[in-house]
């Protein structure tokens, strides 16, 4: 499966923002790596339905915390946001309702959409908030409150 590497020019240059963006990609790299393996066996499909279920559980609280501090800054495009955060949300759910129905697999082309959706959403869309938020010192104060701490698990 062609996993798009994470790098630097991923940053936003918000710490604990940076740091869950990046755990995301590393839950959906090893979602990938366990695909990899097959899901056909029942261990092997527990094992996928475990990480989709990690990847569910990170993603939404990354996401609250991501709306919560653009609620702060009063960001203009929250609701259009918020939206892509639902978009990512459904489609894991979708993946763990097949897996769970035994209804079909989840192909490399489907892993490598939501991986796709990762990189494209953060240098997309998640750059377009990270003005509002320097330019809000009580968001500002949030975030450093936050860095170094593990909301969401890191």
């Known amino acids: 499966m062609g996993t798009q590497r994470w790098s630097k020019r991923l940053a936003l240059g918000i ?13 959906i790299v090893l979602l ?14 527990q094992i996928v339905q475990t990480v989709l279920s990690e990847v569910m559980q990170f993603a939404q609280r990354h996401f609250a915390y991501e709306e919560r ?13 918020k939206n892509e955060h639902k978009y990512f949300l459904q489609q894991i759910r979708g993946l763990k309702g097949r897996l769970q129905t035994g ?12 991986s796709n959706w990762v990189h494209h959403h953060v240098l997309g869309t998640d750059t ?18 936050d860095n170094g701490t593990a909301r969401c698990g890191v």
């Open 69 to 81: 501090l653009m609620k702060k800054v009063s960001y203009p495009e929250y609701d259009e946001h």
């Open 15 to 27: 710490h604990e923002i940076d740091r869950e963006h990046e755990e995301i990609h590393r839950l």
């Open 32 to 45: 990938q790596d366990a695909l990899r393996t097959g899901s056909r066996d029942v261990v092997q499909r």
């Open 128 to 145: 377009k908030y990270v003005p509002y938020l320097f330019s809000s010192s009580a968001a500002m104060k949030d975030v450093q409150r």
């Open 103 to 114: 209804e079909s697999s989840i192909t490399s082309e489907t892993m490598n959409a939501l």
